[in-house]
C-alpha cells in the first residue's frame, strides 16, 4: 500500500511540474524586439496567451518604455495614469491575470507611431492589471502558488491511499 501511495504522489508531483513548464515565454517583436515601425496586432494574431506566460521586451534603454496602461489609455495612448512601468532595455512580464493587457511606449510620438500592444490572455474577463512586470525577471509569482498546489494536492493523495 505504502509502494502505491509513493508512485500515485510520484506522478502527480510530476504532473504537477508539467503544467508549470508548460508556461510560454513571447519576445516581444521576436528579433526585432520592442521598437517604432513593428506591426505588434499582427505579432500577437495567432499566438495564444496563457496565464503564467511571459513577455519579453527588448530595447534599448531609455529610449523606449515598457508602460503598462488602461484600455483608455492604450486607445489614446497616454501613460499618465499607468499601472506599471519600465525603460530598463530589459522588461520581462508575467501574465498573472486572464483578460487583456495594454502596453505602449510613454515616449513622445512611439504609441503613435505603433509601439503598442495588447495582449488578452485566456481564462475570463478583462482585469485592469495583473501582470508582473520587472526590469530583470517577474520575479515568480506563479512558483509559491504552485507549491501550495502541489502539498495540497499531495496531502489529498495520501488521505486517499491511506483509505
Do not use: R
Amino acid at each position: 500500500m505504502a509502494s502505491s501511495s509513493a508512485a500515485l504522489l510520484a506522478v502527480l508531483v510530476v504532473v504537477s511540474c508539467a503544467g508549470m513548464a508548460a508556461a510560454t515565454s513571447y519576445t516581444v517583436g521576436d528579433t526585432k524586439g520592442w521598437v517604432t515601425g513593428v506591426d505588434y496586432s499582427g505579432w500577437t494574431s495567432g499566438k495564444s496567451f496563457a496565464v503564467g506566460d511571459t513577455l519579453v521586451f527588448s530595447y534599448a534603454s531609455k529610449v523606449h518604455t515598457v508602460t503598462e496602461v488602461s484600455q483608455g489609455g492604450y486607445t489614446s495612448c497616454s501613460g499618465s495614469n499607468a499601472l506599471a512601468n519600465d525603460d530598463s532595455g530589459a522588461t520581462t512580464v508575467t501574465l498573472a491575470t486572464p483578460g487583456t493587457h495594454y502596453y505602449i511606449c510613454n515616449i513622445p510620438g512611439h504609441c503613435a507611431s505603433g509601439m503598442k500592444l495588447a495582449v488578452t490572455v485566456a481564462g475570463g474577463g478583462s482585469s485592469p492589471g495583473g501582470s508582473t512586470p520587472s526590469g530583470a525577471s517577474a520575479g515568480g509569482s506563479l512558483a509559491p502558488a504552485m507549491g501550495a498546489v502541489v502539498a495540497a494536492a499531495a496531502g489529498a493523495l495520501i488521505k486517499v491511499a491511506l483509505f
